[in-house]
Structure formats: structure tokens, C-alpha cells
């Protein structure tokens, strides 16, 4: 049997010729340890140091483009039309949402009748101030293409997204059904309001009398009154009779409302508010060079990119509630959007184009209509069950994937 060299050191003897072979020194295992030890330790603080620097992804990353538009836009001999595009598009959807975060702030602390006509003001301040510099500068197709693709964009993009991301993260969710079918229900009635100047100018144009464009503004003028009317009337469903069946988010806009006092809110209000003003001068003033340098039409660019661009803070905020399985606050924000755009925003375009002295119609294409029949139809059906999954996400995307397709093609109207 060996014996080691430890055996000799404590004064064990050894036969004679007998192998004394080296032990395995004592210290490695001590070593080994003292090292193993340290690289727990220096991991576990590594974590500890990156859960402290952990950066969440946000919107606010794209803050960087609001100087870089500015820069590009007044720097001598370096504008790049299509690049200073690209940056006030980018850089508006950041500044929006803090827009919306002092809007909500502000709605929470002065009440529900003035903060909910606080937020029909300035929830859609950043689509008003596009939309109203593009009109001031006749760009009225970009204009009526923004109105329908905000409310194609809120329903399919938005929800179908929710749904999708929602979906995979919780096998079912569910919502509000009472609120959401009367929501929808409104969004159809606003939607049919929306398509009639179009059949009336199909009508009259092929009959005796003939189509005229002053009797189509007047008709467009009614209508705007009417659904204007309707959006006060929602409100106040909403927010004072039935208000039951809209309990959805209070949480997230009593937290924002816990962090931000009264006049945080109205400075970074109006601050955010002069930024989107800006940025939206810079991105209307492009358009016509982007769109002959990438062969796009003022429909595409209206319905596609100034929807997204104006909507795109909230359409992260339902993401993000439907991945937290608020499914009924994400819900509430798509629809709710699409009722704003289409009960308050587009008649106040109407009645602002008639200020401007750059006289709107609602007269929409036979696309444009389409698309926003075929959005809320679709809507109608999803919402009725009060539950969703991961497909009906697809299926609401696939739509619009659908519906950018035919709007990319699509030629210019003739003038």
C-alpha cells in the first residue's frame, strides 16, 4: 500500500524500497475553493451591478432624433430631405408620449368631465398638429388618408399586435365585453358617417342633376357637426352615466398622477407640445420631396407612416398593458383611439380646413372606404366574446398587411 509524504512529515516510518509518492498538495483543494468562492462572489456582483444598470427598452431612446432633425434642418448645406424625414417622424413619437403622460397627469388631478375633454383635446394633440400643418399647406389627400389610416391603424396594427404579443405570454385574456361592443358600436356609427359623402358623390355624379362640390362640403360640414355632437355624448356616457362599464387602467393613470404635479404637467405639456409642432413642420415640408424620391403616394405616406408616426406612443403603451395582461386597459386604448380619430378629430379637421381658408370634404376613395368597413367589421366580430388569443392577433395583422399592400400599389387619384 503507498504511503504518502504526509505519513514521513508526521513521523510514520517507511519499509525500506518502498515508493513514497507525492499526495495531492492539501493547498490545491484550499485554492480551488478560495477560487470558486471568488467567482461566486464576482458573479453574483456582476449581476448585482447590471440589475442596478439594467436600461429598459423605451421610447424616450428616440429623443436623440429631435436635435438631429433640428441640426438637419437649419445646419447650412446639409439637409437631406428624405433623412430630416426620417428624423421628425422618429423623433415626434417619443416627444407624443410625453405629450399623453402629462395629459393623463393633468386629467387625473383636475376631475373627470374636464380631464376627459382633456384628453379628447390633447390625446390626440400630436395627429391635430400634423394633420393641421399639412392642411395648412393643401396637402388635404394626406390629411384625409391620415384619418383612415389612424382608425385601420389603431384597430388591426395596435390591437392585432396586442392580441398577438398578449397571446403568447398568457394562453387566454379577457376584457371588458359590455364596454368594448359599445365602443364599437360607436366607432361603426362614426365609421358610416365617415363613407357617406362617398356614396353621395358615386350617386350624384351618375345622376340627371350632376355632382357638385359645394353640396358635398355642406353634406361633409353636417356630418362633422353630428358626429362632433356624438363624441360629447359618448364622453359623457363614458365618463358619467355609464362609467361602470368602462373600469379599465385607472391604476396607470393614478400612477402617473401619484409621480407628476399639476404644473410638471402643463410645463412639459406645452413644452412637448411646441417640440411636435416643430417636428411636424419639418416631416409636412418633406413629403412631396420623399415622395418622388422613393416613388410613394400622399395616400401610402397618409395612411401608413403619418398614422403610425402620430399614434405610435400609444400604441406602445397597449402593447405593453396587454403583455402585462391588462388586456382590458390595451383594449380600451385601440378603440378608444379609432373613436377619437373618427368622432372628434376628423370634424375638427373639417371645421379647422374652413379657418384656413383650404375647404375639406369627407369624401374618402373606394380603398380608403373599404378598409375602414372591413376594419370594423372585423372588430365587431373579435369583440363579442369578451376573450382573445394569440391568432385573432394574426388575423387582425394579416389584414393590415393586406391593406398596406393595396395602398403601396394604389396610383394617384386624378385630380
Known amino acids: 500500500m503507498?504511503?504518502?509524504?504526509?505519513?514521513?512529515?508526521?513521523?510514520?516510518?517507511?519499509?525500506?524500497?518502498?515508493?513514497?509518492?507525492?499526495?495531492?498538495?492539501?493547498?490545491?483543494?484550499?485554492?480551488?475553493?478560495?477560487?470558486?468562492?471568488?467567482?461566486?462572489?464576482?458573479?453574483?456582483?456582476?449581476?448585482?451591478?447590471?440589475?442596478?444598470?439594467?436600461?429598459?427598452?423605451?421610447?424616450?431612446w428616440l429623443l436623440i432624433f429631435v436635435p438631429l432633425a433640428i441640426i438637419l434642418r437649419f445646419w447650412p448645406g446639409s439637409i437631406s430631405p428624405t433623412a430630416l424625414f426620417v428624423c421628425s417622424?422618429?423623433?415626434?413619437?417619443?416627444?407624443?408620449?410625453?405629450?399623453?403622460?402629462?395629459?393623463?397627469?393633468?386629467?387625473?388631478?383636475v376631475g373627470e368631465g374636464l380631464g376627459g375633454l382633456l384628453n379628447a383635446t390633447f390625446g390626440n394633440a400630436?395627429?391635430?398638429?400634423?394633420?393641421?400643418?399639412?392642411l395648412a399647406?393643401?396637402?388635404?389627400?394626406?390629411?384625409?388618408?391620415?384619418?383612415?389610416?389612424?382608425?385601420?391603424?389603431?384597430v388591426l396594427l395596435v390591437l392585432g399586435l396586442s392580441i398577438l404579443f398578449g397571446g403568447v405570454r398568457y394562453k387566454e385574456q379577457y376584457f371588458n365585453r359590455a364596454g368594448a361592443r359599445?365602443?364599437?358600436?360607436?366607432?361603426?356609427?362614426?365609421?358610416?358617417?365617415?363613407?357617406?359623402?362617398?356614396?353621395?358623390?358615386?350617386?350624384?355624379?351618375?345622376?340627371?342633376?350632376?355632382?357638385?362640390?359645394?353640396?358635398?362640403?355642406?353634406?361633409?360640414?353636417?356630418?362633422?357637426?353630428?358626429?362632433?355632437?356624438?363624441?360629447?355624448?359618448?364622453?359623457?356616457?363614458?365618463?358619467?352615466?355609464?362609467?361602470?362599464?368602462?373600469?379599465?387602467?385607472?391604476?396607470?393613470?393614478?400612477?402617473?398622477?401619484?409621480?407628476?404635479s399639476s404644473g410638471k404637467a402643463v410645463t412639459i405639456l406645452l413644452i412637448a407640445t411646441s417640440f411636435v409642432a416643430l417636428l411636424s413642420e419639418f416631416l409636412v415640408g418633406t413629403i412631396e420631396n420623399v415622395r418622388h424620391s422613393l416613388g410613394l403616394t400622399e395616400v401610402f405616406i397618409g395612411v401608413i407612416v403619418v398614422a403610425i408616426v402620430g399614434n405610435a406612443a400609444e400604441h406602445s403603451t397597449a402593447i405593453l398593458m396587454a403583455m402585462k395582461n391588462k388586456m382590458n386597459l390595451s383594449v380600451g386604448i385601440a378603440i378608444g383611439s379609432s373613436l377619437q380619430i373618427a368622432l372628434f378629430v376628423a370634424p375638427v379637421l373639417i371645421f379647422l380646413s374652413y379657418l384656413l381658408g383650404r375647404r375639406m370634404d369627407l369624401e374618402f376613395s373606394l380603398p380608403?372606404?373599404?378598409?375602414?368597413?372591413?376594419?370594423?367589421?372585423?372588430?365587431?366580430?373579435?369583440?363579442?366574446?369578451?376573450?382573445?388569443?394569440w391568432i385573432e392577433?394574426?388575423?387582425?395583422?394579416?389584414?393590415?398587411?393586406?391593406?398596406?399592400?393595396?395602398?403601396?400599389?394604389?396610383?394617384?387619384?386624378?385630380?
Open 2 to 60: 503507498k504511503r504518502s509524504i504526509r505519513a514521513v512529515m508526521t513521523g510514520s516510518g517507511t519499509r525500506a524500497g518502498q515508493e513514497i509518492v507525492p499526495p495531492r498538495p492539501a493547498f490545491r483543494g484550499r485554492y480551488s475553493a478560495v477560487v470558486s468562492t471568488n467567482f461566486v462572489d464576482l458573479a453574483g456582483t456582476n449581476r448585482e451591478i447590471l440589475r442596478r444598470l439594467k436600461v429598459k427598452p423605451s421610447l424616450d
Open 89 to 109: 417622424a422618429l423623433g415626434i413619437i417619443p416627444v407624443a408620449g410625453w405629450i399623453g403622460r402629462a395629459t393623463e397627469a393633468l386629467a387625473a388631478r
Open 126 to 134: 400630436a395627429e391635430l398638429i400634423i394633420a393641421g400643418i399639412a
Open 137 to 154: 399647406k393643401g396637402l388635404t389627400n394626406v390629411v384625409k388618408a391620415s384619418i383612415t389610416g389612424s382608425i385601420i391603424g389603431n
Open 182 to 260: 359599445t365602443s364599437v358600436v360607436s366607432l361603426s356609427l362614426a365609421a358610416i358617417g365617415l363613407i357617406i359623402p362617398t356614396v353621395f358623390h358615386l350617386t350624384a355624379y351618375s345622376s340627371p342633376a350632376g355632382w357638385s362640390a359645394l353640396v358635398e362640403q355642406k353634406l361633409s360640414v353636417g356630418i362633422a357637426v353630428i358626429l362632433f355632437l356624438t363624441y360629447f355624448c359618448v364622453l359623457g356616457f363614458s365618463l358619467g352615466t355609464h362609467k361602470y362599464f368602462f373600469q379599465c387602467g385607472e391604476e396607470h393613470v393614478e400612477e402617473t398622477a401619484r409621480e407628476w
Open 368 to 389: 380608403e372606404v373599404c378598409a375602414v368597413v372591413a376594419s370594423v367589421y372585423i372588430l365587431f366580430q373579435i369583440s363579442g366574446d369578451g376573450e382573445t388569443n
Open 393 to 415: 392577433g394574426v388575423q387582425l395583422l394579416s389584414l393590415y398587411a393586406i391593406l398596406g399592400i393595396l395602398f403601396f400599389y394604389l396610383p394617384e387619384p386624378r385630380h
